[in-house]
């Protein structure tokens, strides 16, 4: 896994050089999908067989995972400079998105429908509009 890893972020790294993509946007957008997939597929399949707790849970206790044990890690061993967009945009979007799921889910009864859906995924295209094409 420690191999794969390190071949996933020198290959990343090394399009970014050659295409001329900032490193941020190369992390926020190819490799977070890429890393995602397998977590969006379970997802999908356990809404699918109506195992809804189990598609939720999974949801939410990846991201608390990854914001604190995937950023604390490497804190731990390392200092982990915050780019300046990162703390002022990219984080005040991801808890705005996060408060508005919830007011989804409360304003549904408890449930996120495909009305939801097409919120959500619009929201994405527009943070990847934004953060691509407007910031940078």
């Known amino acids: 896994m420690g191999v794969g890893c390190q071949l996933l972020i020198t290959s990343a790294s090394s399009l970014a050089t050659t295409f001329g993509i900032p490193p941020a946007i190369m992390g926020l957008f190819t490799l977070s999908i890429g890393t995602s997939i397998p977590e969006l597929v379970v997802t999908l399949s356990s809404a699918m067989k109506g195992l809804h707790d189990l598609s939720m849970g999974t949801v939410f206790g990846s991201v608390t ?16 400079p915050i780019e300046p967009l990162s703390l002022y945009f990219d984080a005040p979007v991801m808890i705005g998105v996060t408060a508005g799921t919830l007011l989804l889910m409360k304003y549904n ?13 619009g929201v994405y295209v527009l943070y990847a509009f934004l953060r691509i094409f407007v910031l940078g």
């Open 65 to 80: 995972f990854n914001i604190l044990v995937g950023i604390g890690i490497p804190a731990l061993l390392v200092a982990v």
């Open 109 to 121: 009864k408890n449930r996120l429908n495909r009305f939801s859906g097409i919120i959500l995924l």
